[in-house]
């Protein structure tokens, strides 16, 4: 089922929910994997990613009495999710984690050629690093667009932009990484 045809059936679930928590089982299968890639991509801790993702759950679950469907679920729920990765941060006083480092060394299975494999893992290396120097903000509706699967009106809300914007800081941030690891290695090759 895509999400465009979920968003009715958030609300249906989101009714049910406010006033029989076991209705609410169903939003968590829903959304569990994508809070959970996004809390990864931010803390690139698997224990970390699974506490918060737990947490955001249990904030959502507490605070479904007062959401008012005024915007999308999961533009709420992430907006969730957002406040307990910086909440993470702050408490541990740490720098970002590095998503992309447990994907490395693993082997693409679609990709057979030794020369495309070694090129395709030097480039998800410059990624990685280059994730790092990206703005916070960039970074952020990246992590939300393609870890979190969310919309670009989802990011809006969630980061209290507008669609436009949100749209143009998934849209920079790609081009960043795009010149960052692309255009450079291709004039290096």
Known sequence: ????????DDE????AAQSDHAAFDLLYRRYVE??????????GDRADAEDLTAQTFLAALQGLPDFDGRGSFAAWLFGIARHKCADHYRR???????????????????????????????????VRRALDALTPDRREALQMRFWGGLKHQEIAA????SEDAAKMLVWRAVADLRERCLDERDEEA
């Open 92 to 126: 541990a006083y740490a720098n970002p984690g590095e998503p992309l480092e447990a994907a490395q060394g693993l082997p693409d299975l679609a990709v057979t050629d030794p020369e495309q494999r070694a090129h395709l893992s030097g480039v998800l290396d410059c």
């Open 158 to 161: 969630v980061m209290g932009r």
């Open 34 to 43: 994508q809070v959970y890639r996004y809390c990864y991509s931010r803390v």
């Open 1 to 8: 089922m895509n999400r465009s045809q979920s968003k009715p």
């Open 12 to 15: 249906v679930l989101v009714q």
